[in-house]
């Protein structure tokens, strides 16, 4: 076999939009900026979450040198699959790596396929922080750049921990990932577990994405902020952005509001002001706005699919993308990119 060092050209990295400049490693925000970041969101933007390496092969097997920088769970919220890396080929799951310690290591994805040609996407951790040190083919396997997005440019997803994928088994079961793959969409993940505050200086990095589209799933842990904070992200986006739509999802639903007066008025209050600032903007001629009610893509109904009341497991998150997909394939795809 023989080992591809990373990066090269031949491996395309989605969802990092800074990478360029981060390297070698994985951050989800640049460098430059993270001294201004709140505490949370300058340890959050190091794991790589949604970020994807692709290309088309036709190895018989798959292997990948990566360096485990911390070794940090995020307790329930990060089971063991969601520490590591999934393999898709054309599409479909194949296998997974588990990072199992801090430091360098190899480890394999499969061997013994065909030769015929295959798209391969390899997702990164969750919740851990990583550098990728080379991809390991066949010794006479070609490389080539894998099929095209539908569309050119990435769908930004800005929220809280359900947006980062918290409790997702592995990588490539949460939301984003399953709604990319059903859409053939390129996606950034800028979830943050517990952080999804809409902090000035956060917004700013959202904003500074070129997009086709924003996704806002800043969930319950907007606290008990005002409307205006919410009606400032969205002013933020729409000055950078002028005609890209931003799809501002409520909180959905969370067994703990079944047992917890505060909890569920914590939730009745986001929910309120999210869809109050939302509403201003669409009465106010803003056709780009879509407000989509969290409890339509996940409420009482769905008891069944959270992990410890609050956060999905991964028949939530699947869910949530089959319940998201219409909406997102009505703004996006019919647009000329």
Known sequence: MKWIAFPDERLQVCGLPWVKETMPDLWRFPRRVAGTLPKAVQVLMRFPTGARIRFASNTSQLRIRFDAVGHRPMGHMSPIGSRGLDVYVNGVYWSSVTVAREGAAEAMFFHGADRSPKEMTIYLPIFQELRVAAIGVDDDAELKPPPPFALKRPVVFYGSSIAQGACACRPGMTCEAILARKLNLDFVN????????????????????????????????????????????????????????????????????????????????????????????????????????????????????????????????????????????????????
Request: with cysteine; glycine share 8%; aromatic share 6%.
């Open 190 to 337: 800028l979830g943050f577990s517990g952080s999804g505050k809409a902090e000035p200086e956060v917004v700013a990095l959202v904003a500074a994405i070129d997009a086709c589209g924003y996704v806002l799933d800043l969930g319950k842990s907007f606290r008990m902020q005002p409307a205006a904070v919410y009606a400032a992200m969205l002013a933020k986006i729409r000055k950078a952005h002028p005609d890209a739509p931003m799809i501002c999802v409520t909180p959905i639903f969370s067994t703990r509001e079944l047992y917890s007066a505060d909890y569920k008025a914590l939730s009745r209050h986001v929910r309120t002001v999210m869809g109050r600032a939302a509403a201003s903007r669409i009465e106010a001629g803003d056709r780009k706005v879509v407000l989509v009610e969290g409890l339509d893509l996940l409420g009482p109904a769905d008891a069944d699919a959270f992990q410890e009341g609050v956060h999905p497991t991964d028949l939530g998150f699947a869910r949530i993308a089959e319940r998201l997909e219409p909406a997102l394939r009505k703004l996006l795809l019919p647009r000329a990119d």
